[in-house]
């Protein structure tokens, strides 16, 4: 190492390593190693080769453009040493860039990233929460000169970029002493992408900082828009436009090696399954009869009562099993719920704490962000690449493989395509200013909104009480108006439950939950965190942990995943069955195929939940009752005692509309039997009565009716079939 701390020599470089370097060169040139114009030069790999050449690894990360000249360079030589060479080869062989893999001890956070760090090699972990189209780059600039006769067997100069920010040299033609010109036919370009990538909060110091984030140049880019990544790239200095000309500078990076990164859930479970009293821990809660309750009352320990709502919410942090369609695109495994609540009931409370419960969650409200900042915005915004359209992902997107929890959730109309799509097939379609892409939102959406009238109302429509059109309220799987029913005994514990928690406020205690002891096992908010990982993943299936505890990415069709046993599809079955009997032939439909679906989804999650192999009875079970009580408090219609799904996402209730086709016969009667062929209020109240139509039903329908342009009101008071 003490050879090279000074300066970068690239004959000593090349005396010491070129034959071990052309010789992995060539060994993975062999295996066909340029992809998409780039070579992977993998430091951790040519070690296992050559463990003598550790030096290496130090000159890489503090000279990475230097070395990566030499490489290049070795590289052309490796190639033309196997496949010969021509000037067509030449030419093809000055695109491929070298891109350094897997460098040793140059791991940084990017909070962490500073002016030490210029010009050198780092690799960190971050989100990306901006992205340009795709440009191209001039990388290697041909120069020629005009004024002397083209000479083919001289050499043009070319002028290799690795910094944007300094000026590209003009250089001077040796003959005729003239400023050459740039000969852009010639010149050779690369795809280059703009990101901001942003520092995530599971690595940050304090998660409470606002986060940093640093730009960064990507070479060879395909195009990538979301996620999160790992880089490896070299830290740049850019020149800012600073009034005072002081010599100031803004650090960015300039990388052609980024990887998506595995979920966050796959690392977690790697660091969980590498604790083998934590798995035990785990697998003996796993046991515990009553786990699901127990653990879903823990989680949401704020809010008092609404215990079916609670163990929802808890199973959808587990999710359902993972399925595949025969062409290997994911099926949904996530529930969406939505909370319709009267005030006073905390759903804010609620939502930041899933948010704040996993990295990949996130907390949006819809009164601050737009239909864009939930899905992705695409906006034409200055960069250092051009004026150009610009991709931010959205919170759908940021939440992928987590929960997307949107507080006072309305939608307008130009955004409902995009959280359709989301919420159904769990992709996010942009199509605008020339870019086409598809950005990945697998994550369940935890929403929640008042009613309009300011509490929930049971004998009207979910749809008439939120500003949420059918075909939105359609994609959640469970809907739970949270009443606030004024009871004693609930009032008194709550009364109690909030002056503890402003206890516990005062003594800044109030983001770390009391722990809860278990049979003896202790389960604070990490145990529950990885219990929750630990279910979602199945790492309880045996089968599973070589796969999670492989360095290479997990094919997520190998993971196993709890089986639906035959008892269990009986009773779903069974109560499917049921439910859509009970509308009967001339009946609304009361359960759609949809909510078997959610059925069979929320039965799996159950499963996970207590660590199970396999989905029983019990699951079904808890499945149907958490269903039930959601068609109880939406779908129930009070009048007829029957379920009617249409009553929940939109279209009126069935006993409600014979009853509106019943006003609009009684106005055509009072309308032909009338001299001025008008039919009264009053009439209409006292006809209907006779049908047990209350005088409110009347108005409201009359009103409904108009709406709907049934009837119209020439003179006040005073009706007429339209
Ligand atoms: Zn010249």
Redesign the pocket.
Known sequence: METFTEEYDEQEFLDKYEDKIKLYMKHKLSEGAIKNNTFEFDIKEFLRYFPDAGDINYIVINYPLKVENTLSYLFKEAYKEIYGHDIDTEKELEKVQISIKNPIGCEKKIEDISAFDINKLVTFEGEIISATKVRALLKKAYFV?K??PPDPDKKPVVYTISNYFEEIPRPI??????E?VLDKDSSIYVNIQELEIQQPIDLMKNPEDPPKSIKVFLENSRGIYSGRVKVVGTVLRKNTRSKARLPIFEICVRSNSISPIESYQRIEVRDILKDPELIETLNELGKKKNIVDLLSNYLLSQIKGYEIVKKAIFLQQIKGCMKFLPDGTPLRRDSHILLITDPGIGKSTMLRRIARLLPQNSYASVTTATGGGLTATVIRESTDIGDGWVVKPGVFVKSNEGTACIDELTVDKEVMKYILEAMESQTIHINKGGLNVKLPARCAVLAACNPKRGRFDPHLGVVEQIDIPPPLLSRFDLIFPLRDIPDRRRDEEIAEHILDVHVETATKKYSILKPLEIDGIVVDENILKSYIIYARTCAYFEENLALFLEEEEIDEREIKNPYLTQSAKKIIKDFYLEMRKLGGEDSPIPVTARQLEAIIRISEMHAKARLSRKVEEKDAKAAIEIIKECLNQVAYDPETGKYDIDKAIGQLPKSKYDKMKKIREIIEEICALSKDGLASEEEIIERAAEFGISEREVEELLKRLENDVEIYSPRFGYYKVA
């Open positions: 000169c004024k002397c033609c040796k003959r005729c002493k003239e050459m």
